[in-house]
């Protein structure tokens, strides 16, 4: 019913490793009170996903605050509450001190390549990106109008589904969200907030049982096509307006397929010692085997730390002079420079390369 979920997932990212930890920490902690096994796998899973994002830490903030605000929800609360709290404390907090002694940070530097030092571009881009992201999905989210919020916030579970996506949006918001018409950062609480549709859809459901001048069969067809009307509107608005189309529309595989044969290019035909700055770095960095300097900073410490220049996603910060003292042999796409600001040592090839236009690659004369 989502077409973000099949783009996301053949995209050989964490994603949707993330989206399936945090469902199953939300099944294990909704069956806490049964069996000792669940505990364990909500220790597990709450570990591994901070492991797989740090955005894992916010699911484990939530749980420990819904339940203590639960407690009495929660049978043998003391045993089990610090049980969790030890286990996770202990394990990611050695998790953390190695990545600090082995990389001398604890964030990643794609994280620092990406954060905005402006908090003004955060809140503007990261609107824009929620808007955009629930803007696609407006069908499925009417059910929630309907949602029983007395219930809501009697019952732990109804509490988690309805106010974690609220907490981990507001997160996005914070961020500034992610490449515009892309879910990749929403889609862990998407499973959450299709949940609760499906609790909103069976209030109206329970609503329409009462009028008795209507057949309990055509009651239960009307509430099949209001199902199958609802999926395919959010099947077909998710594709029209978010990655499937957005990205093809936008000849993406295209760009993938030149930055592929121009990787290849480069390891076929120039000698191991090159040295290329790309923008991004990506395939060609990948197939070609040289050494890369990414332009962007997400492989580099230094442009990494700098400040944010721009608003576009991803892509806020850049050094060309710092990437000009290393002294790169080509230099491959644009990343806070022009043709003009390019020093008369480099020459702008045309046809040499694979590239068909896609990818500006400029050649240092020395070579």
């Not at 053949?10 to 490793?17: A, D, F, I, N, R």
């Not at 998407?190 to 609503?207: C, M, R, S």
Request: hydrophobic content about 45%.
């Amino acid at each position: 019913i989502d077409s973000s979920f099949v783009f996301w997932a053949v995209s050989g990212m964490e994603t949707t490793l993330f989206t399936l930890l945090l469902i199953a920490i939300f099944y294990s902690y909704s069956k806490i009170n049964e069996k000792t096994k669940y505990t364990n796998y909500l220790i597990i899973t709450l570990i591994l996903s901070t492991m797989g994002r740090l955005e894992g830490a916010i699911v484990f903030g939530f749980i420990v605050i819904n339940m203590f605000l639960y407690r009495r929800s929660c049978n043998e609360f003391n045993r089990i509450f610090f049980r969790i709290l030890l286990n996770y404390a202990l394990i990611i907090g050695m998790y953390l001190l190695f990545k600090y002694l082995y990389y001398g940070s604890i964030l990643p530097n794609t994280f620092h390549a990406k954060a905005v030092t402006n908090i003004g571009f955060n809140l503007n881009e990261g609107m824009d990106y929620l808007i955009v992201s629930y803007k696609a999905r407006f069908i499925i989210l009417l059910p929630l109008l309907f949602l029983p919020f007395g219930r809501i916030l009697k019952d732990y579970k109804l509490n988690f589904l309805f106010f974690f996506p609220i907490v981990y949006s507001v997160y996005i918001l914070y961020v500034g969200g992610d490449w515009p018409g892309a879910s990749r950062f929403i889609l862990p609480i998407l499973p959450f907030i299709y949940i609760l549709t499906a609790v909103g859809l069976n209030e109206i459901y329970q609503k329409f049982l009462k009028f008795e001048s209507i057949s309990l069969n055509l009651k239960n067809a009307v509430l099949v096509f209001i199902l199958i009307f609802i999926c395919a509107v959010n099947a077909l608005y998710t594709y029209k307006k978010l990655e499937p189309y957005t990205f093809l529309k936008q000849d993406y595989i295209t760009f993938e397929k030149t930055c592929t044969e121009t990787g290849l290019w480069l390891y076929e035909n120039e000698n191991p010692n090159l040295v290329i700055a790309l923008a991004p770095a990506g395939k060609v960095a990948y197939y070609s085997e040289k050494y890369c300097i990414d332009m962007w900073g997400l492989n580099d410490l230094h442009i990494s730390r700098t400040e944010s220049q721009t608003n576009v996603v991803a892509h806020r910060k850049f050094d060309f002079n710092y990437v000009l003292t290393k002294k790169p042999d080509f230099i491959i796409g644009y990343a806070g420079f022009t043709d003009e600001m390019m020093p008369n040592t480099y020459i702008k090839l045309r046809e040499a390369l694979p590239t068909n236009g896609y990818l500006p690659i400029f050649m240092h004369q020395s070579k």
